[in-house]
């Protein structure tokens, strides 16, 4: 936040472990022991509202401003309400939704639709600038895999066993892989293997902070289904295969694809049926059905919220 020009005051918090445990009292008295401070914090900064995103990072700022009669938004990016959207969900202004089921989970009255704001350049930068930066031929089919700042193991896996059949393939491929720290040397080595390959470029790296440059490059996108990297990838309109994290909490990742998936936006694969035969063939089926793969752009398009920075803005304006 500070290299951004943001100043940042942290406040000590712990996530809320799933089961109930020893680890489950520590955090809920850290996450206590917060909410003064944040009311402390709060009454320094005098602010007109408070934005909150879910999560234990946000529960106690956003609990201790509605305590204080604060204008209070909070951003749900899932389909399945987070238990802090859950249990402030009657205490804040406004719950903010990106999906239209969320509100079916919550009290009547408090959400509104509205999408996740993304960066501006997810929004302005277009596919043939995207592509020249990255050296994506014209022809090249672009495959994009990350699994967030972590990366994912099982995407990383696929990718290293899907590799050799899309060489056999012998058609003009790029994949661009977000692999991560750990699976970095693992991820160069394959791409020294496949250095000079007539048909396949094989980039990995192991993390870009200008993921919209990768994005709009793209013409298929294998990932995760975290509200944020489908807010992304709807407002660019990319094509996805969604590999659902399957320990995410009350399944939401499931959830969220499952919407892409339902308008037409995604092919769904669960993770433990993730291999690189099943890449493969889902990767070969929208090489062979162009017209497929431009429907589930559309499709992905429809799902976006490119305004969504600026509804929430009306929303603060109309609350202060």
């Not at 896996?157 to 991560?180: D, M, N, S, T, Y």
């Not at 489908?230 to 969220?256: C, K, M, W």
């Amino acid at each position: 936040m500070p290299a951004a020009g943001y100043p940042l005051r942290a406040l000590k918090g712990r996530p809320l472990p799933r089961r109930f445990s020893p680890a489950s009292i520590r955090a809920l008295l850290t996450l206590a022991a917060a909410v003064p401070r944040a009311t402390a914090l709060l009454r320094d900064l005098a602010p007109s509202a408070v934005i909150g995103t879910g999560g234990y990072a946000s529960a106690c700022v956003l609990y201790a401003a509605a305590r204080l009669r604060l204008p209070t938004l909070l951003i749900e990016l899932n389909a399945v309400p987070g238990r802090t959207t859950r249990a402030l969900a009657r205490r804040v202004t406004r719950v903010c939704t990106q999906f239209e089921e969320t509100a079916t989970h919550l009290p009547g009255g408090r959400c509104e639709l509205t999408g996740s704001p993304v960066r501006a350049p997810f929004l302005t930068v277009s596919r043939e600038t995207a592509r020249a930066q990255l050296a994506v031929g014209p022809e090249d089919f672009c495959v994009l895999v990350f699994g967030g700042s972590q990366a994912a193991r099982t995407l990383n896996l696929a990718v290293e066993q899907v590799l050799p059949l899309l060489a056999a393939a012998g058609r003009p491929l790029c994949v661009r892989h977000l692999c991560g720290e750990t699976f970095l040397p693992t991820a160069e080595g394959l791409a020294a293997q496949y250095a000079g390959h007539p048909s396949l470029a094989y980039r990995p790296e192991a993390y870009r902070d200008d993921l919209w440059t990768l994005l709009s490059a793209a013409d298929v996108v294998v990932c995760r289904a975290g509200g944020s990297s489908l807010s992304e990838l709807s407002v660019v309109g990319v094509p996805a295969i969604l590999v659902p994290y399957p320990f995410a909490t009350d399944d939401h990742q499931a959830r969220n694809a499952a919407s892409f998936r339902d308008r037409g936006a995604a092919v769904v694969v669960p993770d433990r049926e993730l291999s690189g035969t099943r890449l493969v063939q889902e990767l070969t089926a929208l090489l062979d059905d162009p017209q497929r793969g431009e429907t589930m752009r559309r499709q992905a398009l429809s799902a976006g919220f490119p305004e969504a920075a600026e509804h929430l803005l009306s929303l603060v304006l109309a609350l202060t």
